[in-house]
């Protein structure tokens, strides 16, 4: 059994990250400047996009960007259930309603048709998922939205660093939301960044993540603008500050290198669970080119391996082996089901199974190949039609 405990996260901090906070904390200037301008500038650069707006989180990035459609009481979002809570929270706060459609059974990944079939006259944007780090069929869903003049908002938390299959990374094309969370591919601590080919919407995000004003404080300062700026629309205060700023663009420099190894250990994990009775790892999407491997997902079907999901997380961490679910459906979470006139939806026997089922295991680039196999050979001993006992 292991003696130190191995985490299903754990970020990839450098000393090279330690001295570029620590040079920021002694500059003097640690809020919204010049190194949340550097990171906004490295996502253009590689996408190649019209604009890029970081912000304190991810969720954040989501508000804005509804906010910034004018969604409301009486709008509806289609979107996934399988998906964080976050992005379901901001429509209902908003007063408009999710309606959640089912996702593929074996990659997660929403399916066209299913988005085409939910759209009503009241549908005002569609929220596709690029789950576990792999890419959604966003040319087809596009085309589909628009033909019905509703615009996209793709949840690329988990797909930074994504390729499709056309060769074009995620976030080139249309709005994308990155997550900058400590356990996704990079991380600033918390915070995430909004990227988009439409001008006027980009403009108008950022406007709103500072309170409305027309100019943040650092443009103020370094441009010699009086200190009282205009509000030109009643905003928030979603800025990302420069010293978790400055962390996410030295983390984007290496992420390539962190996709890469990534890759190599969910490979490793592929092959060393082939055959294990009711451990069944994620599908390939088509769609996807390079996946960023955000994630290492199995689902654990009872019937097959002998034992459930919370038995065999409870025996793995008994192992000192750490796990994850992401996600429960947001539909089965309990303030959703006691107001099921908040939402509504079609049939979702894949979200609802895999729901159940989903497990995530260790996947951060500092792990070492022998870590994947002592989860693998954890799981073999652990189930029971393998040969092995519960713990």
Known sequence: MRQDFLPFARPSISEEDVAAVTEVLRSGWITTGARCNELEAAFLERLGTERAVATSSATGAMHLALLALDIGPGDEIVTPSMTWISTINMIVRLGATPVFIDVDRDTLMVRPAAIEAAITERTRAIIPVDYAGAAAELPTIRA?????????????????????????????????????????????????????????????????????????????????????????????????????????????????????RRRDLALRYRERLEGVPGILPLGDSAETDRHAWHLFIVRVDSESAGIDREGLMAALKSRNIGTGIHFRAAHGQRWFVDHPDRWRSADLPNTEWNSDRICSLPLFPAMRDEDVDEVAEAIRAIVPSTGGVPA
């Open 144 to 260: 589909i939205a628009a033909k019905h003049g509703i615009p996209v908002i793709e949840d690329a938390a988990h797909a930074v660093g994504t390729r499709r299959r056309c060769g074009e990374e995620v976030g080139a094309t249309g709005t994308a939301i990155f997550s900058l969370h400590p356990i996704k591919n990079i991380t600033s601590g918390e915070g995430g960044v909004l990227v988009t080919d439409d001008v006027e919407f980009g403009d108008r995000v950022r406007r709103l993540r500072f309170h409305g004003l027309g100019v943040d404080a650092w443009e103020r300062g370094q441009q010699g603008r009086s200190p009282q700026a205009e509000v030109l629309e009643p905003g928030f205060k979603y800025n990302l500050p420069d010293m978790n700023a400055v962390l996410g663009h030295s983390q984007f420099k290496r992420l390539d290198g962190f996709i890469d």
